[in-house]
C-alpha cells in the first residue's frame, strides 16, 4: 500500500487532483478528519440503530458548529498543503483515489494508517456530535489489537505504533472518544486555534517522528 499511496499522489484520478512532489516522498502523513466525503454508511455496523448510534457528520448541525461541511474539509486540504511545503508527503484518503467498490472506506482508513509513518485526526467543531468515534476507533483499535492491549485498560500496554499516531482537536471539541484516546491508547491528543496552529503542531508531531525514526527507537517504515 504504501508504494500505491506514493505513486498515486502525484497523479489525477478520477475526483483526486495530483499533488506537487515533496522532499521526503517516502514520509507518509495519513489526515484523517470528519468531512461527508468520507462514506459514513461504510462504517456503520450492520443492524446498528442510525438514529442513536451514529454520531456526527451522519446527522450533521451545521448551525450549532463552528465549521460548514466543506470548511471542515477545506481545514484538512489546507493543512495538507501547508505538511506538503514543509517536506511531508501529507495526504487524505480521496488523495489516492481508491474506488470504494475495490475497498471500502473503513478498509481504506486502516490500510493507509498501516501504511503511513503519521496518522492524524483532525477535529474541529463541527455540530452538536463529533463523529470521531468510529472512523478513528476503528483504526486504533485495528492498530492497537494486540494481547497486551486485550486487557483493562489500566493494564493495557499500547504497542510502540500508538506513538505514531495524533489527535488534534480544537479546544471547545469535547468527545468520549477524545479522552480514551489518551487514557487506553496513549497517543497524542493536542489543540489548535487555527489552520496556521494546525499545520504547525502537525508538522511539529511529524518532525518528531522522523527524528525517533531516524536516531530514536522507532523503526523505519522502508
Given amino acids: 500500500m504504501r508504494d500505491r499511496i506514493v505513486d ?32 459514513v454508511d461504510a462504517m456503520v ?10 454520531p456526527s457528520f451522519a446527522t450533521w448541525n451545521q448551525d ?31 488523495d489516492v483515489g481508491i474506488d470504494l467498490e475495490e475497498m471500502d472506506a473503513a478498509t481504506q482508513s486502516i490500510a493507509f494508517a498501516r501504511a503511513s509513518n503519521v496518522t492524524v485526526f483532525i477535529a474541529p467543531q463541527v455540530g452538536d456530535n463529533l463523529g470521531v468515534g468510529i472512523e478513528i476507533g476503528s483504526v486504533f483499535e485495528d492498530l492497537l489489537a494486540t494481547e497486551e492491549m486485550d486487557r483493562p485498560a489500566a493494564r493495557a500496554t499500547p504497542p510502540e505504533r500508538a506513538r505514531r499516531m495524533m489527535v ?55
Fill in 8 to 39: 498515486a499522489l502525484p497523479r489525477s484520478d478520477g475526483e483526486s487532483e495530483s499533488l506537487s512532489p515533496v522532499r521526503r516522498d517516502r514520509f507518509l502523513v495519513y489526515l484523517m478528519g470528519p468531512y461527508r466525503t468520507f462514506d
Fill in 168 to 222: 488534534a482537536t480544537e479546544p471547545s471539541v469535547r468527545s468520549a472518544m477524545l479522552g480514551s484516546v489518551h487514557a487506553r491508547w496513549d497517543a497524542s491528543v493536542r489543540t489548535f486555534s487555527d489552520a496556521a496552529d494546525c499545520c504547525r503542531l502537525c508538522a511539529q508531531f511529524s518532525t518528531h517522528i522522523l527524528n525517533e525514526e531516524r536516531y530514536g527507537s522507532l523503526p523505519k517504515k522502508d
Fill in 64 to 94: 450549532s458548529g463552528e465549521y460548514a461541511e466543506d470548511d471542515v474539509l477545506r481545514l484538512l486540504q489546507e493543512t495538507r498543503d501547508c505538511l506538503r511545503e514543509r517536506g511531508f508527503n501529507a495526504f487524505l484518503a480521496i
Fill in 45 to 54: 455496523p450492520a443492524g446498528a440503530d442510525t438514529k442513536a448510534e451514529v
